[in-house]
């Protein structure tokens, strides 16, 4: 047989370098049409989904639930996180119908976040502050009386007094005038402000008590400069001015009493709605996978429409949000989350009309479960994706505070989060090209070194602005490492437990390992400072690093390409087996 070879012209081997890259990069940029509902279907669920979760806690807070109500709703929904995905795995796996597992998440998870939004709410406790022409006519006043009332009697507080308006049908101009008055009741001297603008007032109230059974409190000392004033007043006859104020003290926003029904029926609405939600985020990467297994084609390329997605609705539908907010005295977010839910239904459609084929077990299933926690390879998997995602863990559960502290303002915070998508939608594209290229041990190899100067270097900032470069290597220790971790996933799971596994390991990275990241960060930082819980998990990552290395090259590696025999094995023989049936 003789083998033909194309070369570049003498002279013009560059050119014929760079055809050669150009043909490579055409052809990793062409889409498989099979694939194009599966990438549409991505897309639309991620966009849906991250439309609806950034804003569920403030519909908490509008609901009139507390703090205090709403940690307790957070601290329940990591449970969700870890029984979800392998439940539904073994659902998908035992019924060999992946479609009608996703397709019953995907609706319950639309139609409990919809109902969330039509439970009954005890409303805000909201501060008014009213400023009339004189001190008799200047008061603040809560909805609702707390308990802690009495005892802000004489406390000092500092408070923002914003969205401003008057409090007549022909407002006299868009700005106010905010007057301080002396020891004898005479106005000492005025500020004019715009009605938009968010106005610092610091000085000792009184607790104050109205007729109608409302709390309130009484401006006797204020504070401007170093000058001290006995009250204040806005000369506006005949129209008074009304504003929200903010900044009070957080028990007298909430109530002190028993949880109440609407906590209760919250509670269980938003702690079935997560199961459901969680169980749809490992299902739809585990029928990505077996459509791709299916019909030829990189999962990272499907992913890619996951983080555009991810990216770009969120953001269109905070623009709605904001069109929106003139027009509606309610609540500010119900355009994202009816954004978000009509997505989430779209992508049901296309799923429901996916046609892929699946590996069912040929053995007893809980023959096959036993094999999924008793392998040693599949163990030491686990074992790597729970350090991995404890790493991830203790950064998302702490960057933030960390930024915080080096005074960072939120849209730099925000930022962070846009940097790792823009990042991840071109790594997306070769990314299953790139773990051919350098193996998945690798990746993780170098995802747990990268962990660590992400950590070191965080250690040693002094701005916030000095996270991004270090934001940059996010490729290396989520986006590439991630698909290597789920494409792991057909290689060692045994026959038709494809979806289980791909489950548990969601479970373990994102539930449990950021709840062990999270809990060893919390511990570490009580003792010492942020930066010294960073520098500890710098050792982690590279004491794990070093140790999967040797397990790698003296275990790990002969396992893998014992699975990989046996898995092309497979698949060349169901091909020829389809050959004569096509026959």
């Not at 008057?166 to 700005?175: G, I, Q, R, S, V």
């Not at 906590?263 to 490992?282: E, Q």
Request: hydrophobic content about 45%; glycine content about 10%.
């Amino acid at each position: 047989m003789s083998r033909s070879t194309s070369y570049a012209p003498v002279g013009d081997k560059g050119h014929g370098r760079e055809s050669s890259w150009l043909s490579w990069l055409r052809k990793e940029l062409r889409w498989n049409k099979k694939l194009i509902p599966i990438k549409i279907i991505q897309f639309l669920y991620s966009g849906g989904t991250n439309s609806i979760l950034p804003y569920l806690t403030l519909q908490m807070q509008e609901l009139g639930l507390s703090m205090r109500q709403i940690g307790w709703i957070y601290a329940f929904l990591p449970i969700t996180t870890i029984l979800g995905p392998p439940i539904s795995g073994m659902v998908a796996d035992r019924t060999g119908n992946y479609k009608a597992v996703v397709l019953v998440n995907m609706l319950l998870t639309t139609f409990l976040h919809l109902v969330l939004l039509y439970l009954p709410g005890e409303g805000v406790n909201r501060l008014v502050f009213t400023c009339g022409e004189s001190l008799d006519f200047t008061s603040m006043v809560w909805d609702k009386c707390r308990g802690c009332h009495d005892r802000y009697d004489g406390a000092n507080f500092t408070v923002a007094l914003k969205n401003c308006k008057y409090l007549c049908d022909n407002p006299p101009a868009t700005t106010f005038d905010l007057c301080f008055d002396g020891e004898e009741d005479t106005t000492e001297f005025c500020l004019q402000h715009s009605l938009k603008e968010e106005v610092t007032i610091n000085g000792t109230v009184t607790a104050t008590y109205t007729e109608g059974g409302h709390c309130g409190h009484s401006w006797y000392d204020l504070r401007v400069g170093n000058q001290t004033y006995s009250g204040v007043s806005c000369p506006s006859e005949p129209c008074s001015v009304e504003c929200e104020v903010g900044g009070a003290p957080s028990c007298l926003l909430e109530d002190e009493g028993s949880p109440s029904s609407v906590f209760w029926t919250y509670f269980f609405v938003r702690i079935t709605a997560n199961f459901f939600l969680s169980s749809l985020f490992t299902m739809m990467d585990a029928m990505t996978i077996a459509i791709v297994k299916d019909l030829g084609g990189d999962y990272g390329k499907q992913r890619l429409l996951f983080i555009i997605g991810m990216a770009t609705v969120p953001l269109a539908a905070g623009f709605l949000n904001d069109w929106d907010a003139g027009s509606n005295g309610t609540s500010f977010y119900l355009p994202a989350l009816y954004l978000g839910a009509v997505l989430c239904l779209a992508s049901a459609v296309l799923i429901a009309r996916l046609n892929f084929k699946v590996d069912v077990a040929e053995n007893n299933m809980f023959h096959d479960l036993r094999q999924l926690v008793t392998r040693p390879e599949i163990n030491l998997y686990f074992l790597v994706i729970l350090v991995l995602g404890s790493n991830w863990g203790f950064i998302e559960s702490y960057l933030f505070l960390y930024m915080g502290k080096l005074g960072s303002p939120n849209y730099v915070m925000g930022l962070t989060m846009t940097v790792g998508s823009i990042i991840g939608m071109p790594t997306m594209l070769v990314a299953d090209a790139v773990i051919k290229i350098i193996g998945r041990h690798n990746i993780f190899i170098i995802s747990f070194f990268a962990y660590a100067l992400r950590h070191f270097g965080y250690s040693f900032i002094s701005s916030p602005w000095m996270v991004f470069p270090f934001e940059l290597l996010e490729v290396f220790t989520y986006q590439l490492m991630w698909v290597a971790a789920i494409t792991y996933c057909p290689i060692l799971a045994p026959p038709g437990l494809l979806a289980t596994m791909t489950g548990v390991a969601g479970a373990i990275h994102f539930s449990i390992g950021r709840g062990v990241g999270s809990f060893i960060g919390g511990q570490l930082i009580t003792q010492m400072d942020i930066p010294g819980a960073f520098r500890c998990f710098g050792v982690i990552a590279i004491v794990s690093g070093v140790l999967y290395i040797l397990l790698h090259v003296f275990y790990f590696k002969k396992k893998i390409a014992g699975r990989e025999m046996e898995l092309k094995r497979s698949e060349g023989a169901n091909s020829g087996m389809e050959m004569m049936e096509n026959n």
